[in-house]
């Protein structure tokens, strides 16, 4: 995968960069690495990646000043290893290689585990949930795994975005760097991955020469059909469409009659499935153009669908005044944020199901629900983006006196 734009931060004071020291390496973070202190006279708090929490490691900085809060760096070597350390099997994976995957050298049940403990920390310490409560004690990252394939972590994602070196060959970006690395193979990505700048077909999608790529999607015993974009947003693991379809349908637990609206919504996904059930108005709500015009092919089949095309909080500002019983969140990395949670709430939805594919985003966005009488009432939680520190959650959000009731 590559990466986005990176900065580097301002330096404050003579540079630490390529220094080692060996630590003690505590809990996982968010964003795909540990927490490790140095000790005197250093003091100083290391973002560490390749490391397991409880593992002793020698630390290279990566990143660091000497008037810097705190300092990035890389496990360059195992003094303690964990139980649950394991040889990368992406020969590119490792301390200046490829950023794409985060958690190659942990084995795969142990990510999940890892991605668990991060996602119940930003519910306690963003979301302002009790950490007793049985909503994060009871919170497991679920697997799914591809079907007619080992549950390895490897070869799911069915789209891939590449840098290419001046010689031609395709290459990955190193952690938080411009720096290329060139790949002849990336073993995350499935057999015949589609590139995400081209027009090839990968499993049971077909593209057409138009760059319209056409998915079929079974869930909950329905099954739909959805064009989109070649170019555009559809999930990278071939069974996320499924799971997350699942997820929504039962926590939200739509009823004939029911209105619902569907925000961020892509190229109709929940929204037809949802609507499916209801059988009354859904309103689609997005801000890509292209993916409203192919929206509103995919909902044709609605009688009572409206797709609108423009940002969620202007839309809903200006817009679509009315209750609705039932809403749908799959906002982008950044979150809701309080501009469209206040206006989700001023609708009064019995229920709202939000996918989010950032948890310290969740988290706050769940904190600003509740000052608005909106509580978190189940979530689940799915390994999607397996080697990665990514993670997909589904939660659902009620009104205080309803979840009580």
Known sequence: MSRGTYRPRKPRGRSRVGERFEAEVGPVAHGGHCVARLPEPESR?????????????????????DGDRFWRGDAVSVVSPSPDRVEAPCPYAGPGLCGGCDFQHVAVPAQRDLKTAVVREQLVRLGRL??????????????VPVPGRA?????????????????????MRAHRSHELVAIDDCLIAAEGARPADADEPVGPDEVSAQG?????????????????????FWQVHPEAPRVLVEAVLDLLAPRPGERALDLYSGVGLFA???????????????????????????????????????????VLRDGFDEPFDLVVLDPPREGAKRAVVEQVVDRRPRAVAYVACDPAALGR?????AEHGYELTAIRAFDLFPMTHHVECVALLQPRHRAAS
Do not use: M
């Open 45 to 65: 708090v290391v973002f560490v990646r390749h490391a397991i929490p409880g593992e002793r490691v020698v630390v290279e900085i990566t990143e660091g000043t």
């Open 130 to 143: 009790d950490a007793s409560s049985p909503l994060v004690t009871g919170l497991r990252v679920e697997a």
């Open 151 to 171: 549950d390895d972590g490897l070869r799911w994602r069915t789209r891939q975005r590449y840098a290419v070196l001046p010689d031609g060959r395709p290459a």
């Open 212 to 232: 319209l790529v056409h998915h079929e999607v079974s869930a909950a015993g329905a099954t739909h059909a959805f064009t989109a974009a070649a170019d555009g």
């Open 272 to 314: 037809r499935f949802v609507g499916e059930v209801t059988g009354a108005r859904v309103v689609a709500v997005e801000g890509d153009r292209a993916a409203c015009q192919h929206a509103r092919g995919n909902l044709s089949a609605l009688e009572a669908a409206v797709v609108e095309c423009g940002p969620t909080d202007k």
């Open 365 to 369: 966005d769940v904190a600003i629900f």
